[in-house]
């Protein structure tokens, strides 16, 4: 029965990552689709190229707090279901995947970081707080939200061994944060190159849109006839 429970509870958490705020939020106040603009990408950095900074906001506070839920909902009321600290690492990876790979969106999500930061803030308050800090002095001084996002995630795992020593979500920890830094290889390719956007620079077409506006097939040009002389005339018979 205990399996059965973990399997609801994972499933659960992977459902709840799959909202992607920053599409819904932007919808429901009248912006355009994070997805067709700036990077492309569906989270609270993009959103705030839209000009709007409450839509943005907004969407960091959710997509961070559908990753902090679903480990606080089995921490606090999992234990008379068989529900321990590793299915609370294991619904927190869940969330983080939902909003990579969301369900309801064609399961193409965003890079991860709000939501790996609520996930963090659920296995330790401390060292979620210590990453986000991270995450604040790198952003501050470059004003690169990408860059600031490589560091934490790299620093998460290295600060949760050198402080708090191996856990159950030590696992989890370095699933998530070799994600997020994959997912940021465009991003790196770009700070390489000296061509990544800074927080709050003004929003442009993604690339995606300008590829499909500039691929656009041309209208088929209608058969032409057969030129003259080109057709076997039946012989007539007397």
């Known amino acids: 029965m205990t399996t059965l429970w973990i399997v609801v509870a994972t499933v659960a958490a992977y459902l709840i990552g799959s909202l992607s705020f920053a599409v819904i939020i932007s919808k429901s106040m009248g912006l355009d689709d994070p997805r067709s603009y700036g990077s492309g990408n569906p989270g609270a950095t993009n959103v705030l190229r839209s000009g709007n900074k409450k839509a943005a906001v907004l969407t960091l506070v959710f997509d961070a707090v559908k990753g902090l839920v679903p ?3 089995v921490q606090q009321f999992g234990a008379p279901y068989g529900l321990g600290e590793g299915t609370a690492a294991l619904v927190g990876l ?6 990579l790979w969301p369900v309801f969106f064609g399961f193409v999500g965003g890079k991860g970081v709000a939501t790996a930061a609520g996930v963090l803030l659920g296995f330790n308050v401390w060292l979620g707080l210590a990453t986000l800090a991270v995450w604040g002095l790198v952003a501050y001084g470059s004003r690169y939200s990408s860059l600031a ?21 030590t696992l989890a920890i370095v699933v998530m944060c070799l994600l997020l830094v994959w997912r940021h290889g465009a991003n790196i390719s770009k700070l390489m190159k000296g061509t990544e956007s800074r927080i709050g620079q003004k929003a442009v077409a993604a690339p995606e ?9 041309r209208p088929a040009k ?7 002389g080109t057709r076997q ?3 007539q018979t007397h």
């Not at 849109?209 to 097939?217: E, F, G, I, Q």
């Not at 209608?222 to 003259?228: F, G, I, M, N, Y």
């Open 233 to 235: 005339h039946r012989k």
């Open 71 to 73: 480990v606080l909902l």
């Open 209 to 217: 849109a300008d590829v499909a506006r500039t691929t656009t097939p």
């Open 222 to 228: 209608s058969a032409s006839k057969p030129p003259r």
């Open 94 to 99: 869940a969330a983080f995947l939902g909003h």
């Open 149 to 169: 996002a490589l560091v934490a995630a790299v620093a998460a795992p290295v600060i949760q061994t050198v402080v708090w020593g191996p856990s159950t979500a």
